[in-house]
């Protein structure tokens, strides 16, 4: 039972005297189900208030703290006809994965009725010039009826429980003329059956209903998400921290009971559970996801450190000052959810557009009902054309028109290395007209490589990589690889500081320049490599200095010159001026600002929208989350961190740009089908409607014409395909 339910671990205080919950609900397709909601859930007491995201199904509640417990919320909207759980992502995928395989289900079943039910009807149709006898044609009827109507009311259940959730919250939505339209239209056949009646509809029920399931199938497909950023934060916050107790003693002690002013323990290879202040210990620690920093940041007592930052070489004794909330991943997540909640408005400003069409088919089709009538025909004449109405104004050819593009183009691109993870993406995509690149693993590769590799000695070279083999920094990569080592040399580590070893009989070292003492061989590096990690080999009387960086990708000038021709390119980075200027300098960037924090991205984007500018974000770390939900498109290397991956609309895969450049072309030209098969269906309805008002059309060629409308827009959709050959 619902009162049974310990939900209090899901409910969160974002403020003094309020308490929120994330919600997952399944049902929701349309505008008016968000009306449902979010009104159904506001005239419950001490509600303050409910927002749902039509992308991804996520209603979240706020109310007075102490006014009603969190399961009353569920109960509420379990009575609206929307059965809702605690978000967790994986729960949120298994809903999404659970209604895609129903929706398949339903439309094999409207697909088995309907080739059932037209091979039944062509029979009398091929029969009709020797007008087959009463019994031939009532028993093929009765057959028509015991294969449709149960096919019928398995196969649209996704559309008469979505009705009947509308009517019940007092909202129509577009699935109620639907439903309408295919059970008035099997009532009438079945009365016509039973009244020996020549003509009836079943076949343009069942096909009315296959149509509409494959077009919801395909916008099923393109909204469900693969990840979510919940997990991916939840995967990077610690649940349990080393707490350090004044007699000295290392104790496991869960996140909630840390206070700030207490001491834990990082140990090398963990994440840092708090925010706090080193109090002793040397180290270094991976920052990148948190700053965007190339290098790994080296830290001393009374260096600052933050949860969900890497701790690499050494032990760290921290001084807490936020554990668990107000933590950097805490204001990350804030940002993020802010970022979420204001693009969810374009989708609820489509859905609005649609929920006024829903009343105008009703009462078009009651109006030409009535019409009839006080013209003197029957009201059996009269129902059959208001039917036809129905269903040739049933949105077949609106519910495809843009899903079948998105699906079509997503192949195309796919096929160019870009997978989306938001069909609406393809159409912002087209409009923007601004290009946003972070530098650190966006512009340039993920991993770091030797800049210098040219300049040192092959032998020099070939000591640095066995020495880089003892050690564990991950800088030391860089040198393996450019080296080549296999063998390792006998050496010694030294956190944060490098690996000292004997060769030939000599003392050798391999680790920082200042460790090393190589300062004078380094300013000359440091110079030409502005942006490079510096590593020192110490010989006996002489120093090698290795420049180490993240190179820009291959073709990284190239798309940003061709991306520049028709849009505005700037760089915005949480990395080194020094970094970030010689990487705009190399690229031909102007615009660019360095040493960013992720308030400072979405300021600059908001910017960049107050001023008319429609601007597609491209990033890849966690400090680019927020930045990537706020702008108004954006996308992230597969290299990217999780959260920034969730965020993003779309990922590129491999190392270069080129998908970028390509997903502004397919997109440019998948915006053009979208409209031309708006266009199309919008004159479809232009000519068809008054056509079944007058009485020209009859349910079944009204099934027809809808069905051909269907095809026409599903085969311009398919226009999207890429000419070109994939890159390889």
Not at 5 to 22: I, K, N, T
Not at 270 to 285: F, K, L, N
Not at 482 to 501: D, H, I, M
Not at 629 to 638: G, Q, R
Request: aromatic share 6%.
């Amino acid at each position: 039972m619902t009162e049974s339910q310990d939900l209090s671990h899901f409910v969160r205080h974002p403020a003094d005297g309020v308490a929120a919950m994330d919600l997952v609900v399944n049902g929701v397709y349309c505008g008016a189900c968000i009306v449902a909601i979010e009104k159904g859930l506001g005239k419950e007491a001490g509600v303050r208030g409910a927002r749902v995201n039509l992308a991804n199904k996520r209603v979240t509640v706020e109310w007075d703290d102490g006014a009603l417990e969190a399961p009353v919320i569920l109960e509420r909207l379990e009575a609206l006809g929307y059965p809702a759980f605690p978000f967790t992502a994986e729960a949120a995928d298994s809903v999404e994965a659970q209604e895609e395989k129903r929706l398949l289900r339903c439309l094999g079943v409207a697909a088995f009725g309907a080739m059932n039910v037209m091979l039944l009807s062509v029979s009398l149709w091929a029969g009709a010039e020797n007008d087959p006898n009463a019994a031939t044609r009532d028993l093929f009827h009765w057959l028509s009826a015991l294969v449709a109507l149960p096919c019928a009311a398995y196969a649209g259940m996704p559309f008469f429980e979505s009705a009947a959730r509308s009517i019940r919250a007092g909202a129509l939505n577009m699935d109620v003329p639907i439903s309408l339209g295919v059970i008035l239209a099997l009532a009438l056949s079945v009365l016509q059956t039973v009244t020996h009646q020549h003509g009836s509809y079943y076949e343009g029920a069942v096909m009315l209903l296959m149509f509409l399931l494959a077009g919801r199938l395909l916008d099923q497909r393109m909204r469900r998400r693969t990840r979510d950023y919940a997990i991916n934060l939840s995967a990077m916050r610690a649940d349990r921290a080393v707490k350090l107790t004044d007699d000295g003693e290392a104790r496991e002690t869960p996140i909630a009971a840390v206070r700030p002013g207490d001491l834990v323990l990082a140990r090398p290879g963990e994440r840092i559970a708090v925010d706090g202040t080193v109090e002793d210990g040397r180290s270094e620690v991976d920052q990148s996801l948190v700053t965007g920093e190339t290098a790994p940041a080296p830290v001393s007592p009374g260096a600052p450190v933050y949860a969900g930052t890497l701790n690499l070489t050494g032990a760290l004794c921290i001084r807490v000052q936020n554990a668990g909330t107000g933590t950097f991943l805490d204001e990350v997540n804030g940002l993020l959810v802010n970022a979420v909640e204001q693009r969810s408005s374009y989708v609820r400003l489509a859905d609005r557009a649609a929920r006024l069409y829903v009343p105008v088919v009703h009462v078009t089709a009651l109006l030409t009902f009535f019409a009839w009538l006080a013209l003197g025909a029957g009201w059996q004449p009269a129902l059959t054309i208001a039917i036809t109405v129905l269903i040739i104004t049933c949105p077949c050819a609106l519910g495809l028109a843009v899903p079948a593009v998105q699906v079509v183009a997503a192949g195309a691109l796919f096929r160019r290395g870009l997978i989306l993870h938001s069909g609406e993406a393809l159409e912002r995509l087209a409009d923007s007209d601004s290009v946003v690149f972070d530098k650190t693993g966006t512009l340039t590769l993920p991993r770091p490589v030797l800049a210098n590799v040219a300049d040192v000695a092959p032998a020099d070279l070939a000591l640095a990589g066995r020495l880089a083999l003892a050690s564990r920094h991950p800088l030391a990569k860089a040198i393996v690889e450019a080296a080549g080592a296999q063998s390792p040399l006998t050496a010694e580590e030294f956190p944060g500081e490098g690996v000292s070893g004997e060769f030939k009989g000599s003392p050798v070292r391999l680790g920082s320049v200042a460790w090393v003492a190589a300062e004078r061989e380094a300013a000359p590096v440091a110079e030409r490599w502005p942006d490079a990690s510096l590593i020192a080999l110490a010989l006996p009387g002489r120093a090698v200095v290795f420049a180490i960086r993240q190179a820009l990708r291959a073709d990284a000038a190239a798309v940003v010159a061709e991306l520049a021709r028709e849009r505005q390119v700037e760089i915005l980075s949480g990395d080194r001026e020094p970094a970030v200027a010689l990487a705009a300098r190399e690229l031909g960037v102007t615009r660019y600002a360095a040493g960013l924090k992720p308030a400072d991205k979405i300021a600059r984007l908001k910017a960049l929208k107050e001023a008319g500018r429609r601007p597609l974000m491209i990033g890849d770390g966690l400090n680019d989350a927020p930045a990537l939900a706020a702008a108004y498109v954006s996308i992230s290397p597969i290299s990217a961190a999780h959260v920034a991956q969730a965020q993003a609309d779309a990922l590129f895969l491999g190392d270069c740009l080129a998908p970028v450049a390509d997903a502004m072309r397919i997109s440019t030209k998948a915006r053009r089908l979208m409209v031309q098969n708006l266009w199309i269906s919008a004159i479809y309805n232009a000519i068809a409607v008054p056509l079944a008002v007058l009485g020209f059309v009859t349910p079944l060629i009204a099934a027809l014409a809808m069905s051909g409308s269907s095809v026409v827009v599903t085969l311009n959709a398919l226009r999207a395909r890429d000419p070109n050959r994939p890159r390889a």
